[in-house]
């Protein structure tokens, strides 16, 4: 029986009457650590109930909750200011992973989830701040519900909170408001799906409940809050096994000990205490999470260097060798030519080219004599040419005295950079080929979320070798308890992730393969691979792309001939063997920074059809990306999840330590391995190559040219 | 330290393999950038100097000034500059957070027992705040080489923002040796060993 509370009445007329702000001066004292907390659900929310906060954009947290019979961890991403996304796992211990033993032995059951929530109107001084969610959106529907949440903050610590939710957030039936737009709103299915499926018919659909609460932080108490919700939460379906629930008020406490970690302790449904944690880091900006990185030592005795540089055009040359290095950049050729210095170089060590260009000008101006007038410098990596700088000696003096960035192709000349091999440079350092370079360290590879276990990892000793034979050709080698079998009916490309990790427990090769980089003309690059090109396969091709350096968007064309390895990872085959190739168009969005690509053609298990990924880059170089791919075969024929889609995350190193290096830490997640959609993940793409060091670049960072 | 075991995890599962100079990396982050104040580097400074820690660095000040007030004046590397009198800070700039005392004519050593003043904090700002020092405890004794040593304990409170927090100074034969306080509730407390060379 549907019924109209006089709770939500309540709950409305707090949020809509008491909508002014008490400005008190010294806030960040009285409520330090004021950012928004998680519920148990692993959103931003009250205790059980979301509320409509977001965090920081760049913003990356963690929260694990303890709260019978849920054992939740959920990762939670914030690509923007008005946008939530997050990716959970549920512990369910009142439930087995399935009902055969012999299958998954006594491990209870898991549950995996993708949720979003998303800005509608962003608060005012009268408007409270409203948004739409989404719960367990494209999972087995176990916890699946939206909701669509209002929150308003009615004074400097208190925050309150009014929603209406459908699904799994009916605890306090209403009618459901949308049915007087349309009748295709009064049903929602029951059924639990497989899971990977968009269920948007259901959306909205079916009963519809109203939930309330308060967040209040205490004054001068390290940043506590209390809360108190109103629970929204149908326990009657939720989780399947119906749970014991004797109030529908629940009360909680969040304690944080720093800006970035936060304990909570709740009680709910009457009859429960739970606690848990979250940590959360801000990820997106300059220096995220440092004070400031190392600065550029000056050259101490650079007069008396000017002096002997002076001498002779060798003696700058000698000069400019050896002290690039010293900073990890290494000269590659130079020439002076009408009082101009012109050096080329390669680097490895800064992530950001403008400071790269700009320490290497540094360099040139404390060692040059002063009848250079003029700079030009060109970055090259693997044979290819990156970009050309060049500047005014004066000018970049006078600039970097007052630090006032220059300004791209008015104070600078930033141009596109075609290395000519043929060109006759007046110094050109002698490198020994074949060149050897050798890294070794700890590898961590892990499987998480199987019928076996929920975590499966091992360490292993990992060696990344490459043979540079000449420039732009290098040989890259990396040497570094489960029982799930595929049931794909399409070829195992790579369903059989398993196998793979059982069998090359011992020692493996990762990747051997060989690259040959070039240019056909400054917007044209190329590259030849062939050998163990990735974990699974072996084979050859070649790629191409066509990337304008003052433009935005790319295209590129590769081609693969490919044959499947053996489980141990060494150097034998297995039968399968196929040819893939895409097409593929990239467009860097230059204001919100949104990287746009899209992969259409022939995908590793023969099947045809489009990808799509979607990256929003930060300042401080931290990724965050979402794909999916659509082929020509079935849902059934994919199985589990319905079609391939995923996401990712990339967090430079640098943004951890105060030196710079361009290391970084990748982590990608799909809910499900199949083998529709899947792409030959080669290495040292081009578009990777390249577009790290265009035009867009030196826009968005050259106020670090003087860094 | 949950950040740095959370950098320790993304050092070792960062994508490419480790080359050794990265161990640098983590030395520095892993490390504390302490600095060992023994006889020899005592004398060779040509001033009087404090040894401002905090849970993890140690930086050097030089003294600048001192003037008629008793206000010590020290300066850091990059020009920060801490303004002590008796060891208690009564004036910052260049920190993190500053913080600024109105009154200079306090003194940790009067024999009143609660010294009240008008404070600034800085990063985030707090301007013209009500600060009270209550003296908890004189504690006076000997130490192993006959030296007078003089231990007082003091709480400070801001009602403003609720700040409390407990500070110490210590001091031989009447001179302040070492100091732990802090300057901002949001920041570790400051703790200062004094170096004078008359």
Request: net charge positive.
């Amino acid at each position: 029986m549907l019924w109209y509370p006089r709770f939500q009445h309540i709950g409305l007329l707090i949020c809509m009457s008491f909508s002014f702000y008490l400005l008190a001066e010294p806030t960040e004292y009285i409520y330090p650590y004021k950012q928004y907390s998680f519920s148990n659900y692993g959103t931003l929310g009250l205790i059980q109930n979301p509320n409509a906060r977001f965090l920081d954009e760049g913003s990356l947290g963690f929260s694990w909750s303890h709260n019978e019979p849920y054992l939740r961890g959920s990762l939670i991403a914030y690509p923007f200011n008005w946008l939530e996304v997050s990716y959970q796992y549920a512990d369910i211990n009142n439930q087995l992973y399935s009902p055969f033993k012999d299958f998954s032995g006594s491990q209870s059951l898991k549950d995996k989830s993708f949720d979003a929530k998303i800005r509608l109107i962003k608060e005012s001084q009268f408007l409270p701040q409203i948004a739409v969610g989404f719960r367990d959106l494209a999972g087995t529907g176990l916890f699946s519900s939206e909701f669509i949440v209002a929150s308003k903050n009615v004074s400097t610590g208190l925050d309150l909170t009014t929603g209406i939710g459908w699904g799994n957030l009916t605890g306090q039936l209403i009618k459901n408001p949308f049915l007087e737009i349309s009748q295709r709103f009064e049903n929602r299915s029951s059924t639990l799906g497989k899971g990977g499926e968009f269920n948007i018919d259901d959306y909205f659909s079916g009963p519809a409940g109203y939930f309330f609460g308060l967040e209040y932080y205490v004054p001068k108490f390290r940043g506590m809050r209390i809360k108190f919700e109103y629970d929204g939460t149908n326990y009657n379906t939720e989780g399947g096994i119906p749970i014991s629930q004797t109030s529908n008020f629940n009360f909680g406490i969040v304690f944080p000990q720093s800006k970035n970690l936060s304990y909570k302790l709740n009680f709910t449904r009457g009859n429960t205490v739970n606690f848990g944690f979250s940590y959360v880091l801000n990820l997106g900006n300059k220096n995220a999470q440092t004070i400031s990185k190392e600065k550029q030592p000056r050259i101490s005795n650079s007069n008396a260097i000017k002096i002997v540089t002076s001498r002779s055009d060798q003696n700058l040359y000698r000069g400019a060798l050896k002290y690039l290095s010293d900073e990890k950049i290494f000269l590659q050729h130079a020439s002076i030519n009408d009082n101009e210095l012109e050096v080329i170089f390669a680097q490895g060590k800064y992530r950001n080219p403008v400071i790269a260009s700009g320490r290497t000008l540094s360099i040139l101006d404390q060692i040059a004599p002063n009848n250079i007038t003029s700079f030009k410098v060109h970055e090259i990596n693997g044979g290819i040419g990156l970009y050309s700088i060049s500047i005014n000696r004066d000018a970049f003096n006078r600039d970097r005295k007052l630090f006032l960035p220059p300004k791209p192709d008015i104070d600078i000349g930033v141009e596109p950079f075609k290395l000519n091999n043929n060109k006759n440079y007046k110094f050109n350092p002698k490198t020994k080929y074949p060149a050897f370079f050798n890294t070794i360290g700890p590898d961590i590879r892990s499987q998480i979320g199987g019928p076996d276990g929920f975590f499966f990892g091992d360490l292993k000793l990992k060696s990344v070798s490459e043979l540079l034979i000449l420039r732009g050709l290098s040989v890259i080698s990396e040497i570094s308890k489960l029982k799930l079998p595929s049931d794909s009916v399409l070829p195992h490309v790579r369903t059989d992730i398993v196998q793979y990790l059982k069998e090359s427990r011992n020692l493996s090769i990762q990747r051997m393969q060989l690259n040959k980089f070039g240019q056909i003309s400054p917007s044209i690059y190329y590259k030849f691979s062939a050998g163990i090109l990735e974990h699974m396969f072996n084979g050859y091709g070649s790629e191409a792309l066509y990337k304008p350096f003052d433009k935005n968007y790319a295209i590129g064309v590769e081609a693969w001939k490919v044959y499947q390895r053996n489980y141990d990872q060494m150097f034998g085959m297995r039968d399968y063997q196929t040819t893939t190739g895409h097409l593929s168009f990239y467009y860097h969005e230059p204001v919100t920074n949104i990287i746009f690509k899209m992969k259409g053609g022939k995908f590793l298990a023969k099947d045809s059809g489009i990808s799509f990924e979607f990256t929003r880059e930060f300042y401080s170089g931290f990724r965050l990306s979402a794909f999916f791919t659509r082929t020509d075969i079935s849902t059934e024929e994919f199985g589990e999840g319905s079609f391939d889609k995923g996401f990712s995350f990339y967090i430079p190193l640098e943004i951890f330590s105060n030196s710079y290096n361009s290391r970084n830490f990748g982590w990608g997640l799909k809910p499900i391995t199949r083998d529709g959609g899947a792409i030959l993940t080669h290495s040292h793409n081009l578009w990777g190559v390249v577009h790290k060091s265009h035009k867009h670049k030196f826009n968005r960072h050259i106020a670090d040219f003087y860094d | 330290m949950i950040k740095r075991c959370l950098f320790i995890f993304i050092f070792f599962s960062s994508c490419a393999s480790i080359e050794y100079s990265y161990f640098k990396d983590l030395k520095n982050y892993y490390s504390k950038n302490r600095i060992l104040v023994d006889q020899s580097f005592v004398d060779n400074q040509n001033f009087s100097f404090i040894k401002v820690s905090n849970s993890k660095n140690d930086a050097i000040f030089i003294l600048s000034n001192v003037d008629q007030f008793g206000v010590h004046e020290w300066i850091g590397s990059n020009y920060e500059s801490i303004k002590t009198k008796d060891g208690l800070v009564i004036e910052t700039k260049g920190l993190r957070s500053d913080i600024k005392f109105y009154s200079y004519d306090i003194s940790i050593l009067e024999k009143a027992t609660n010294f009240n003043s008008q404070i600034d904090l800085y990063n985030p700002d707090l301007i013209f705040s009500s600060i009270t020092l209550r003296r908890d405890s004189l504690t006076t004794y000997m130490n192993s080489k006959g030296n007078e040593m003089n231990v007082y304990e003091y709480t400070r409170i801001v009602p403003e923002i609720g700040w409390k927090s407990k500070d110490s100074y210590i001091f031989k034969d009447g001179v302040i040796h070492r100091s732990m306080q802090k300057i901002n509730p949001l920041l570790d407390p400051l703790k200062i060993d004094f170096y004078f060379k008359y």
